[in-house]
Every structure is written in C-alpha cells, then in structure tokens.
C-alpha cells in the first residue's frame, strides 16, 4: 500500500487564492470593462451596451486564464487588479463626462 503524502498548506492556499482571484477578480475586472465600453464606445447607447456585455466573456476568460498562468498568486492578483483599477477609472472619467 502506498502512502499518500498530502499537499502543503501553502500550495493549497495558494492555488485558493488564485481560484478567488479568477471568480472574484475576474469578475469584477469584466464588468468594469463592460461598462467602460458602454460609456466609451462612440455607437448608439443600446449598441454600445450589447458590444460592452457581450466582451465582458472575454475579459472574464482572460483573467481567469492569467491567475493560472503566473507563477505565484501575487502575479495573478496584481495582474487582475491593476487592469480593474485602470477601467475603474476610466468609468469614473467617463460618469463624470457624461454628466457634466
């Protein structure tokens, strides 16, 4: 019989931490840039909501491809966050364009 040596807790943390970096981060960073394309795009409104949801797939799938793809967590948590801070701001530009 062969003894199974469990993993470490730091492995299983990390690969935890990128899991909520992926659903968590991932998530947020797709709606940002929905909605910064929804403000951004210089089509009709109803068109430019549709084109910003329907990319949002895309920057989910690419986040979450990305926190599994760097080699620690702290990667994949900046590399999620950085871009989520940047359409964040963009959002706010574009809020604060639209209503002045």
Same mark, same amino acid.
């Given at each position: 019989?062969?003894?199974?040596?469990?993993?470490? $807790?730091?492995?299983?943390?990390?690969? =935890?931490?990128?899991? $909520?970096?992926?659903?968590?981060?991932?998530? *947020?960073?797709?709606?940002?840039?929905?909605?910064?394309?929804?403000?951004?795009?210089?089509?009709?409104?109803?068109?430019?909501?549709?084109?910003?949801?329907?990319?949002?797939?895309?920057?989910? $799938?690419?986040?979450?491809?990305?926190?599994?793809?760097?080699? =620690?967590?702290?990667?994949?948590?900046?590399?999620?966050? *950085?871009?989520?801070?940047?359409?964040?701001?963009?959002?706010?530009?574009?809020?604060?364009?639209?209503?002045?």
């Amino acid at each position: 019989m062969k003894s199974k040596t469990a993993l470490p $807790l730091s492995y299983r943390l990390a690969v =935890t931490s990128r899991v $909520l970096a992926a659903v968590i981060g991932g998530y *947020l960073m797709a709606s940002l840039a929905a909605i910064c394309l929804a403000l951004w795009l210089p089509t009709s409104r109803a068109d430019a909501v549709v084109t910003g949801m329907m990319s949002s797939f895309v920057f989910y $799938l690419l986040a979450v491809l990305w926190c599994f793809a760097c080699r =620690t967590a702290w990667r994949a948590w900046a590399g999620v966050m *950085l871009p989520s801070a940047l359409f964040a701001t963009l959002a706010g530009v574009g809020f604060w364009v639209a209503h002045t």
